[in-house]
Every structure is written in structure tokens, then in C-alpha cells.
Nanobody, 115 residues
Framework: QVQLVESGGGLVQAGGSLRLSCAAS????????MGWYRQAPGKQRELVAR???????NYMDSVKGRFTISRDNAKNTVYLQMNSLKPEDTAVYYC?????????WGQGTQVTVSS
């Protein structure tokens, strides 16, 4: 089992910044992928960004150049630095851990961007 604990969400004005953190604990294996998904009301959950153990990253198009995902393997923690936030970034953000087909989710953290 893997437990994911997120922090860092909140309310921010458009153009502002937030940093999300997700600490993983439990049966952590080296070659994993960690990432952030988000789900806005009435919409499907979508991938925001992900990073593998070697630091290779992927981003959804709408956040490229504004969001940066990073990780600290020693702390089993993944971060999402979100800059130039827009009202359309408002959603519940979920941390995700994947290893050999096993998928775990955090409880979610609310990010609200006011215009």
C-alpha cells in the first residue's frame, strides 16, 4: 500500500502562484511515476503533469510554461509549482502514484483562482 498526503492548495487571485506538495509513504518502489491530476466541477479528471523517477516530465498543453513539476526521491515527495494561475485552473488537484500498474491517489486539495 502507498499513502499520499497532499498540501499547499488554497485561494489565490489570477496571476498568482501556489505550490502543491505530495508526500508518499508505504511500499515505495524506485521506478515509479508520480503526478498531479485535477478535476473541476462537472468535468472529468485530467492529467496536469507527471514525472518519473529519472526526472522525465510531461505536461498538459494548457499549463506548459506556467506549471513545473519536480520531485525529491530521497523524501518520496513530488511538487507542483503553479505560476500565472488562471480562473480555469480552479479544481481539486489529486496526487497520483503509479508503479507496475498499481495506482494510488491522494485525497485531493482544492485550488481556487479568483478573477
Amino acid at each position: 500500500q502507498v499513502q499520499l498526503v497532499e498540501s499547499g492548495g488554497g485561494l489565490v487571485q489570477a496571476g498568482g502562484s501556489l505550490r502543491l506538495s505530495c508526500a508518499a509513504s508505504g511500499d515505495i518502489f524506485r521506478d515509479n511515476i508520480m503526478g498531479w491530476y485535477r478535476q473541476a466541477p462537472g468535468k472529468q479528471r485530467e492529467l496536469v503533469a507527471r514525472i518519473n523517477s529519472e526526472g522525465t516530465t510531461n505536461y498538459m498543453d494548457s499549463v506548459k510554461g506556467r506549471f513545473t513539476i519536480s520531485r525529491d526521491n530521497a523524501k518520496n515527495t513530488v511538487y507542483l509549482q503553479m505560476n500565472s494561475l488562471k480562473p480555469e485552473d480552479t479544481a481539486v488537484y489529486y496526487c497520483n502514484y503509479q508503479w507496475l500498474g498499481r495506482i494510488y491517489w491522494g485525497q485531493g486539495t482544492q485550488v481556487t483562482v479568483s478573477s
